[in-house]
């Protein structure tokens, strides 16, 4: 039986030169020791569509031949004028799988019924047939420079934390920016120290020496492949790329034995690949498995961060009875700390410090962010049987309640209220909805009983807004039409407003 998904079939023999797209004279490039890749000693199919800058090939029948070229952080596109029909794309696809059974070194890394991901070196390449894709498709990456460490410009102190200190690293970066590039110049180093080192790759494209070992998840499981690193105990594993949960899990259990990681994962900022860990794993235990990220952008280093867990009162709180386990993330390369990780009441947050000397008020900001105001607001809807509104005060919270059960929520000698701030992990001052501060807004109240509805309109600037009225002792939120004006249709409602008013509560 053919490789080939029986969905697309060959319609004419295949023959390499009908394939063959020669480059421009304005795209030819430098020579090939001018990108530092080893050159293959065997050709392939894919070689007439590649020059020195191309970085990714995209190919879909019957319609022109697509390019990527250029270098991580500076590409573009480049449409040729020419289209590849059905028919060659079939036979090209055809010696492809030809390579790939044949030649030592290639892999079937993916063979589903309706997609395929092959390694042929230096060649990824994925086949996508309909249904699956609305037409059948090919897309060829490969890497086209390859750098060494010198190439990064790295002070003393940066090698030594990445050639000696730091273990569990984390590579992270949007797609092209040159992740992969810059692990293999570090395996480079960890190889010439005579480190043993293996990977974990799906496909295995990283372009390493034959000394070290690809391991692929396509032929094992996760499992399997942790048994295997476990007794074998290599001084590092590459691992790329980290995406989900069993990723987490082995990249955790492999560390915490004692073996250097080095991980590879996707994120637009620095902490956001910290962030992608919280959920995955115990919070306590993350600076255990990451100690250092590495972020690329552009090709260079633009930020690296350190994480270390401490016991402190989280930044923009006040009692000492609050602190907690707090995960200090800090800049290597400016030394300054930018951000706290702790949880706070059932959820984990996230927190910016600010710069040094700059006030929440000066900000415009809040110490203690929204999601925390959820947070806060979520616990506090289990606990209270009243209603309540929460404002965010500098370093801790304003909670407004009803007159009647002030006594209560404060309780005897203020036990209940100190116990509150302990589970909430935030300080509270208690006030009653007589004291909340009111919106200085003229409204036109009309209708009622003979309209069977009462209308609240709202002056310019109100529209749909969704505002919180206080009505005897219960808050309820409305949402203003396109013209500013509030329908109330619940007869309750009405009629307490027509006993005891109404006010409309400021809420910033």
Do not use: C
């Not at 309909?130 to 490969?142: F, N, Q, Y």
């Not at 692929?216 to 790329?240: A, K, M, N, W």
């Amino acid at each position: 039986m053919s490789i080939l998904n029986t969905t697309t079939k060959l319609t004419q023999p295949f023959t390499l030169f009908s394939l063959q797209t020669p480059m421009t004279e304005t795209q030819q490039t430098p020579t090939p020791a001018s990108t530092g890749l080893v050159q293959p000693t065997q050709s392939y199919a894919l070689d007439p569509y590649f020059d020195e800058t191309t970085m990714s090939l995209h190919l879909k029948e019957d319609r022109p031949i697509l390019r990527k070229k250029g270098f991580p952080g500076n590409r573009q596109a480049v449409l040729d004028e020419t289209s590849i029909s059905s028919e060659e794309l079939n036979a090209l696809i055809e010696q492809i799988f030809i390579e790939a059974t044949n030649q030592r070194g290639n892999f079937l890394e993916i063979d589903r019924k309706l997609s395929k991901v092959l390694q042929l070196w230096p060649y990824r390449i994925v086949v996508v047939y309909p249904p699956l894709s609305d037409g059948l498709e090919l897309t060829a990456v490969r890497p086209v420079k390859k750098t060494t460490i010198q190439d990064y410009d790295l002070n003393e102190e940066t090698f030594d934390l990445l050639r000696n200190k730091a273990k569990g690293i984390l590579v992270s970066g949007a797609p092209g920016s040159g992740k992969s590039t810059f692990v293999q110049a570090l395996v480079e180093v960890y190889h010439a120290d005579h480190h043993i080192i293996k990977t974990i790759e799906s496909p295995r494209d990283l372009m390493v020496d034959d000394d070290v070992v690809q391991y692929s998840f396509t032929h094992g499981t996760h499992d399997e492949v942790r048994d295997i690193l476990l007794l074998s105990r290599p001084d590092y594993t590459i691992y790329d790329e980290v995406r989900n949960k069993p990723d987490f899990e082995l990249y955790k259990d492999l560390r915490l034995t004692g073996i250097g990681m080095l991980g590879v994962i996707h994120a637009t900022k620095p902490i956001d690949s910290i962030q992608r860990f919280i959920g995955s794993i115990e919070m306590g235990i993350i600076p255990q498995v990451l100690d250092t990220v590495i972020f690329i952008d552009k090709g260079k280093i633009s930020e690296i961060l350190q994480l270390e867990l401490t016991a402190k009162v989280p930044d923009g709180m006040l009692s000492e009875e609050l602190s907690r386990p707090v995960i200090m993330v800090s800049s290597f390369i400016s030394k300054k700390k930018l951000y706290e990780i702790y949880t706070f009441g059932e959820q984990v947050v996230v927190m910016p410090i600010p710069e040094e000397g700059m006030l929440a008020a000066a900000t415009g900001k809040p110490s203690l962010n929204t999601y925390a105001k959820e947070g806060i607001e979520k616990k506090l809807t289990g606990i209270l049987n009243s209603p309540f509104i929460v404002k965010m005060r500098g370093n801790g919270i304003e909670l407004y309640i009803p007159e009647f059960v002030k006594g209560k929520i404060i309780g005897k000698g203020g036990s209940a209220i100190s116990e509150l701030e302990r589970t909430l992990g935030v300080g509270i001052t208690v006030k009653t909805f007589d004291e909340l501060p009111l919106l200085d807004v003229k409204t036109d109240v009309s209708g009622g009983k003979k309209g069977g509805q009462l209308v609240i309109a709202f002056p310019n600037g109100y529209e749909n807004m969704t505002l919180s009225l206080l009505i005897g002792d219960e808050i309820v939120k409305f949402t203003t039409d396109r013209n500013g004006v509030i329908s109330i249709t619940d007869k309750n409602e009405i009629r307490l407003i027509e006993r005891r008013g109404f006010v409309v509560i400021d809420e910033r």
